[in-house]
């Protein structure tokens, strides 16, 4: 009888400790961090900001290139680059892919910042800093290439340069995306372009441009989050962004943008007016959105 006690006693032992084992495996794989952060992608908008302002053509636009390939790359995406000259200027559209070959959503932003703070009453010939109008979208981008992470259906994370030049020695708007759509052969399932959405008073409104019913699939996702204070059921602005030539071609697009930005192409658009919240809202919503249309 005390040899089969101790027998059991051992074969409890040893269960117990498997399960402590495999107890101790589970925890970590469950920490491991798989949902949108906005802290991380607050972290991402002062990196960007720390280059110093980033035009298209300038040695911190060249950096920022440098560090939106690798940040995709560590992440698992299949990295692209599309370079073309416009104005004597080599512009440069990076381009992340995940998820195989169909068609694709595309979630965008662009990197570039404006080479003159035109709306600056004290300085309006220098660069402007970019961190809502520039360094906010992308950092949302960049943090979606981790939260994302694994893609079963196409999904593009696509890098526009050369958007925030217009009016400035003849060039236009949305120079990069406008390329983009003209040289894109794969009809998209929906594109989302993210501008401007850092604002700690943060209100985005329906954009009169945008194609309604997949704005409407976004507002709703939003709304099931608790949202419905940042994403307004309202239309309030119509307006020239990286969207259009992809409407232009007939295929589905929806700006998510705060317009109401008081620092818009100023020397205050700095750190310190972007909200980690409000990212986390904006990236939130588009992981949920992206899981109910792109991922089963």
């Known amino acids: 009888m005390r040899k089969s006690a101790l027998l059991v006693t051992v074969i409890v032992i040893a269960l117990a400790l498997i399960l402590i084992w495999a107890g101790w495996g589970r925890t970590k794989i469950s920490h491991t961090p798989t949902a949108f952060d906005g802290r991380r992608a607050y972290d991402w908008v002062t990196a960007q900001c720390d280059l110093g302002p980033r035009p298209t053509g300038s040695d911190a636009h060249q950096k920022l290139k440098q560090l939106i390939r690798t940040a995709l790359q560590e992440n698992g995406w299949q990295v692209t680059s599309q370079t073309f000259q416009h104005q004597g200027t080599t512009v440069e559209n990076i381009i992340g892919k995940a998820g195989g070959a169909g068609q694709p959503i595309i979630l965008a932003a662009h990197y570039d910042t404006r080479p003159k703070a035109d709306r600056d009453p004290d300085n309006p010939t220098a660069p402007i800093p970019g961190a809502n109008d520039g360094a906010s979208g992308t950092a949302v981008l960049l943090e979606l290439a981790r939260a994302l992470r694994p893609v079963r259906r196409p999904i593009w994370l696509v890098f526009f340069d050369a958007e925030d030049r217009g009016e400035i020695a003849g060039w236009d708007w949305s120079v990069g995306a406008r390329y983009f759509a003209q040289q894109l052969d794969t009809a998209p399932q929906a594109v989302v ?44 602005w119509r307006i020239i962004d ?18 109401d930005y008081p620092y818009w192409h100023t020397h205050q658009d700095t750190p310190d007016r972007v909200s980690p919240e409000s990212l986390q809202r904006v990236g939130a919503v588009l992981e949920r959105w992206v899981e109910k249309s792109g991922r089963p």
């Open 193 to 236: 372009v993210v501008d401007m959405i850092g604002d700690a008073d943060l209100q985005i409104y329906l954009e009169e441009n945008s194609t309604p019913a997949l704005c409407q699939e976004i507002w709703a996702v939003a709304a099931e989050l608790g949202y419905t204070d940042v994403f307004i059921q309202r239309t309030r």
């Open 242 to 259: 990286d969207h259009l030539p992809f409407i232009e071609r007939g295929w589905p697009a929806c700006l998510l943008i705060d317009f």
